[in-house]
């Protein structure tokens, strides 16, 4: 409040405020009364936002198993995490001030999971955590050809034990592929 002996109607107040203050924030304002006269008289305060709760996450980071597709899934798992999850946050005080990060370290590869915890941090340094699982599976088995070929052998006195080992180390002429390995 503010009086003036000679006119209190006429007095006029101005303040020098920049911007409103975002979540953990404080902005000092220096507030000035005027008199019709011309004289002025000024009082300084702090205006200060406090920010105790950390974000909210609704819903949580769903877990995903994918099928091999023989390119390791690194577009699969990018997009996992790109999207947080599926998670999304909210935030009281600020909601376009979140970060999301992530402890993802390599992307799996074929019949494998990697564990990833998503946190999103408000701009007070609150925050919360969420995890989930990118599964990489391989349903799929190998496929041969060509097939292993029978092989026969003149016998050469010493058990043809070589025969047998080469035949053995090329599968018998056997070849397999898979998607994933």
Do not use: H, K, M
């Not at 599964?135 to 050469?156: F, G, K, L, Y």
Request: hydrophobic share 35%.
């Amino acid at each position: 409040r503010a009086t003036d002996l000679c006119n209190q109607s006429g007095l006029v107040w101005t303040e020098n405020s920049v911007a409103s203050p975002f979540s953990c924030d404080s902005e000092t304002v220096t507030f000035t009364v005027t008199d019709p006269c011309g004289f002025s008289a000024s009082t300084t305060a702090v205006f200060t936002v406090v920010d105790s709760q950390r974000p909210t996450i609704s819903p949580v980071a769903s877990s995903v198993t994918v099928e091999c597709n023989g390119s390791g899934n690194t577009a699969d798992y990018a997009a996992f995490l790109a999207d947080n999850g599926g998670a999304r946050a909210t935030d009281l005080c600020n909601q376009s001030g979140l970060v999301w990060t992530e402890n993802s370290v390599a992307s799996p590869f074929s019949c494998d999971s990697e564990t990833v915890t998503f946190t999103v941090t408000d701009p007070c340094g609150f925050s919360a955590s969420t995890t989930a699982v990118f599964t990489v599976v391989d349903s799929q088995r190998p496929t041969i050809s060509p097939v292993a070929s029978s092989v026969t052998v003149e016998c050469n006195g010493s058990g043809n034990t070589a025969d047998y080992a080469a035949f053995l180390a090329d599968n018998g002429g056997a070849r397999a592929t898979d998607l994933c390995n």
